[in-house]
């Protein structure tokens, strides 16, 4: 069957990127998810913990493969003998980024295509960082992130209350 990868930094994993997982995991095998150390500067969670996260949030899930991403996308599509990589694209504002990454990709390594999916009308406006702000400033993020992530955020904040 086709291989596919799906990066992305998962700062943290959200119920937009579990609904993507979900999607690409009944089309590709093996499905392979790559966590990313990302380069904006207010990471919340560590490369290990947001690893963690992801293994945790997708059991049961079927056949699912979590490791770390070092280096380059194109080389590790590569060495992994992957077919596809997946992206989500909320909204048309994903999509100058995500085609400039898919091109620069080709280029790189035009062994696999770039493949995106749509995650459900309700999760189009959710992204990490948001997630990030509004827990920093009190807000009730339970309902936007799987229970782990809610569990770990949580612990967070009783740990800077200690
Ligand atoms: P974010 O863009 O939320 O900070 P990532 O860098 O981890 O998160 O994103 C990895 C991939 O997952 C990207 O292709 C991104 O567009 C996609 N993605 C993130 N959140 C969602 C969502 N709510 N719905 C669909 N795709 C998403």
Known sequence: MTSALYPGTFDPITNGHLDIIERAAKLFDPFVVAVAPGTHKDARFSLPVRKRLVVE???????????????????????????????????????????????????????????FLMPSARYVYLHSSTVREVFALGGDVSDLVPEPVSKALRDTRRDAGK
């Open 57 to 115: 949030s997708t059991r049961g899930i079927a056949d699912i493969e979590v490791i770390i991403l070092e280096g380059l996308l194109a080389e590790r599509c590569k060495e992994l003998a992957i077919d596809v990589v997946i992206r989500g694209l909320r909204a048309v504002s994903d999509f100058e980024y995500e085609m400039m990454m898919a091109l620069m990709n080709r280029k790189l390594y035009p062994g696999f295509e770039t493949l």
